[in-house]
Nanobody
Framework: QVQLVESGGGLVQAGGSLRLSCAASVSIFSINAMGWYRQAPGKQRELVARITNDGSTNCADSVKGRFTISRDNYKNTVYLQMNSLKPEDTAVYYC?????????WGQGTQVTVSS
């Protein structure tokens, strides 16, 4: 069973920054893609950013230029650097890992951006 442990959420003022971390219990090289989704109250879960095994990245239009996804292969960890945060970024952020035909999820971490 793959476990994903997230950290780094919290409360920040608009314009501030946070960095989320997601540590996998397996080698990151065995994971096809990792990334972050978020879900705000009353809204559907949406993809924020992801990084594939070959290092390719993509992110939602709403966060381009503000959020950056990266990984540390030695620590089996993926990071989401969030800058210039806006109140509309407030959500629970979930780390996910896609391995062959299965998706695994972290427990979620709350990010709250105050105006």
């Amino acid at each position: 069973q793959v476990q994903l442990v997230e950290s780094g959420g919290g409360l920040v003022q608009a314009g501030g920054s946070l960095r989320l971390s997601c540590a996998a219990s397996v080698s990151i090289f065995s994971i096809n893609a990792m990334g972050w989704y978020r879900q705000a109250p009353g809204k559907q879960r949406e993809l924020v950013a992801r990084i594939t095994n070959d290092g390719s990245t993509n992110c939602a239009d709403s966060v381009k230029g503000r959020f950056t996804i990266s990984r540390d292969n030695y620590k089996n960890t993926v990071y989401l650097q969030m800058n210039s945060l806006k109140p509309e970024d407030t959500a629970v952020y979930y780390c996910y890992a896609h391995i062959f035909f299965n998706d695994y999820w972290g427990q979620g971490t709350q990010v709250t951006v105050s105006s």
